[in-house]
Every structure is written in C-alpha cells, then in structure tokens.
C-alpha cells in the first residue's frame, strides 16, 4: 500500500520538543522515534517500571510539568507539541 500522507506530512516540534528531538520538520514517526531515542540516550525509562518515562528537565516541559508519564500518555503529550 501507498504510505499514509499523514504520516509523512513533516511537522515542526514545538519549542520544548525541540530540546529533545530538534526543530527540523520531520515525520511524526521520525519524531517519536526521536524522543525514543532520546530517552534511551539518556537513561529516562524506569528500570523497575518498563512503560514510565522519567522526565529530565527538558521532557518535563513536554509533559506538562510531570516528572513521570506512561509511555501511552507521552504519546499524547508529545502530540500536543506537533504543529
């Protein structure tokens, strides 16, 4: 099948998204990617709770200042961020 336009559409991560992923204009698949990269990179994941993300002080601002989120609400808070 034909890709989905709408995935391919490239969005601008907002500001604070930026942080951790950049502000080129991508994909929103490339930006989850990103942020999942991100988290890895630097560890985030709770080790003893595999779907929580623990926020450093760039997600945090992503995540509506909550130091923890399921990786299903990161999705959603991360979204909020896509223009």
């Known amino acids: 099948g034909r890709p989905n336009p709408a995935c391919m559409k490239r969005i601008t991560p907002s500001a604070d ?27 985030l994941q709770d080790p003893r709770e595999k779907r929580m993300i623990n926020a450093d002080d760039n997600l945090r601002k992503v995540f509506g200042g909550k130091n923890k989120v399921s990786m299903f609400e990161m999705t959603a808070l991360v979204n909020k961020h896509l223009k």
């Open 17 to 43: 998204l930026a942080a951790a992923v950049g502000n080129q204009p991508m994909p929103r698949t490339e930006i989850t990617k990103k942020v999942w990269a991100y988290i890895k990179r630097k560890g």
